[in-house]
Every structure is written in C-alpha cells, then in structure tokens.
C-alpha cells in the first residue's frame, strides 16, 4: 500500500462545517457506454472473444448504483447540486478527444444507447450534464466556472473508473482548492484491487477525504437546520 511518512510530520488539513448550499455531488462516468455490459467496452470484449474480461467492471457498477442513487436522493432533499459527467465527443470519428480515450478510434464507434446515463442514477430535471472529451473533467469543460458561479466549493465525487476519470478530476480539484471527498462505495473500477488502492493513495495525508454514503448522509441531515417547534396557544 502508498504512504508516505512525511505525512507524519504534518498536521491534517482541516475542513469548515459542512454547507450544503457550498456543496456539489458530482457523478463521473455513470452513463451505459462506461458500465453497461451492453455498452462501448462491453461491446468491445464481446467483439474481441473476451467477454468475461470486464465481468468485474460490470459486477462493480451494479454493487455501487444503490448507493450512488441513496446520496443523490439525500442531496436532492438537502438542496446540493447534482452534476453529472459523461464523455461524449464532438466528432463521430472522435478526433476532438484527448488521445488516450480516443486512441481505438474504428474500435469505438458509439451509438445513442452509450451516452445514455444508467437509469439507476440519471438526472433528474434541470440537473447539470456535463460533457467532457478528457479523463479529468476540468481539462476539457467549464466545471471550474459553473462550481465558482454557483458558490460551490465542497466537492463530492462518484462513479469510474476509481483510479481513471475520477481520481484525475478529484486530484485537480484538491489542487485547485476545493474541499474533495470520495464516496468510497460509490466509485468503482474494472477491479476491486485497482479501487481500493487507488482511494489508499488519493486520502494518503488527508487532502482528499474518503467517506461512505451512510457517513455522508449522516452529515447532510445533521447540517439542515431544527425544524422550530409549534408555538404553544397561551
């Protein structure tokens, strides 16, 4: 497992109250050509004679859905804004996307059905999707800009692959000074190996935080304020 000692020597860094109104869930990935056996990469290993090489992909997404779609209700009823990221191009041959997504070009032609996000967990109403043609979702969209327009500055972050789109998105916004969680049982990987060590070395000295869903959803519902007791009739 990565450590590094020198975190010993330093103090953790610290945290302001949890705001909700200062607070985004951000849900990376989520769509069916990313987790969907049916999906891009599904398709892929079916056309390449190898289709039980995602089956832990697969199976991984279907363990974190529930618990993604129970924080996204517990943000709805708080007021956090939900943001869901995709990566969908601008090309069909997909010649506007970074390099390394687009590097099986023939290989991945996508269809309607890939872009759509896992029904589980889709938006609902006027939710922010945010398209993105990069690993990191800063790299390639206005996520920077809508976050600071809106005032929010606690980040929460869900969805795949672990150690790919989200830990680049979370790592550029620890860098760029927002407040960062994982949601350690929402985010998920090709292998469980890959994401549990990838949130060992993100929370490595606690600028990146790691908490569950029942830990989060215990602290939205203890920021909301007391609902006031009825007055009592004289």
């Known amino acids: 497992m990565a450590y590094d000692p020198y975190y010993q020597l330093v103090p953790e860094p610290k945290e302001p109250p949890f705001d909700p109104d200062r607070t985004a869930f951000i849900i990376i990935d989520l769509h069916n050509g990313c987790g969907h056996p049916d999906g891009l990469m599904g398709r892929l290993a079916q056309e390449q004679g190898k289709p039980w090489l995602l089956k832990e992909r697969f199976d991984f997404t279907q363990e974190i859905l529930p618990n993604v779609r129970r924080l996204q209700d517990a943000c709805r009823k708080a007021g956090i804004e939900l943001i869901h990221v995709r990566v969908k191009y601008l090309t ?3 010649r506007d996307g970074q390099r390394s997504l687009a590097r099986e070009v023939k290989a ?31 790299n390639s969209t206005a996520l920077d800009q809508i976050l600071r ?29 927002y ?31 790691a908490r569950t869903v029942d830990e989060l959803i ?16 004289a």
């Open 149 to 177: 327009n809106m005032g929010r500055d606690r980040l929460l972050f869900a969805g795949m692959v672990t150690e790919g789109c989200v830990e680049m998105t979370a790592r550029t916004a620890a860098d760029r000074g």
């Open 92 to 94: 069909k041959d997909h």
């Open 218 to 233: 215990r602290t939205i519902e203890a920021s909301r304020p007391a609902a006031k007791a009825p007055a009592v009739a």
């Open 179 to 209: 407040y960062t969680t994982l949601v350690s049982d929402g985010c998920c990987s090709s292998t469980h190996l890959a994401h549990y060590d990838a949130l060992q070395r993100m929370t490595d000295g606690g600028l990146i935080k």
């Open 108 to 138: 991945r032609t996508t269809i309607p059905f890939d872009l759509e996000f896992m029904d589980m967990v889709a938006p609902h109403g006027d939710e922010i999707i945010i398209d993105k043609t990069s690993a990191g979702t800063f």
